[in-house]
């Protein structure tokens, strides 16, 4: 009798990757938002200026504006008066005695004054207001994607199994 030898072969499943896999597909960036804020509080001015004036308390300039006006004014007066004895001397023909109505006006006319009581300042300070501001810029935050598509390589062989007999 002969005696028969069975065999066989096998080849497993196969299954093979490549490319990188899914390691260095992933890359992402992320900007932050941003936001810029710039405020101006409110600021109050008030100028007493007019209020000090009136009080007699003036700056440089002002008083230097004031005194040549009075001082102006004040030789005006003079010369005025000047001008007018000398008129009241010319005029002989009136009958009046001028010099002695002149001596009396420079003794005691002259120097009569005239004053008056008030509350002072007689005008209010002058107030203004800027504002508050609030000026802002927002720039979002973003995610940027920069994901590079790499496709995997993959190869599968059956299993194959094959037998024979000898």
Not at 16 to 25: H, W
Request: net charge neutral; proline share 6%.
């Amino acid at each position: 009798m002969k005696l028969e030898r069975l065999g066989w072969n096998m080849t497993p499943a196969r299954f093979e990757m490549s490319g990188g896999g899914a390691l260095n597909v992933l890359k992402m960036r992320t900007e932050k938002p941003v936001l810029e804020m710039r405020s101006h509080r409110p600021v109050v001015k008030i100028d007493q200026s007019q209020c000090f004036a009136e009080a007699g308390l003036k700056g440089m300039t002002d008083f230097r504006v004031d005194t040549n006006s009075y001082a102006q004014s004040a030789v005006a007066k003079g010369i005025a008066r000047i001008v007018d004895n000398g008129n009241e001397m010319m005029a002989i023909e009136n009958g009046v005695d001028a010099i002695a109505e002149q001596a009396d006006n420079n003794a005691f006319g002259i120097f009569e004054q005239e004053f008056v009581y008030t509350a002072i300042p007689k005008s209010r300070p002058k107030i203004s207001v800027d504002p508050w501001t609030m000026n802002y810029s927002y720039t979002p935050g973003r995610i940027i994607n920069e994901t590079e598509p790499k496709r995997v390589q993959t190869s599968y062989t059956p299993p194959r199994f094959e037998y024979y007999v000898k």
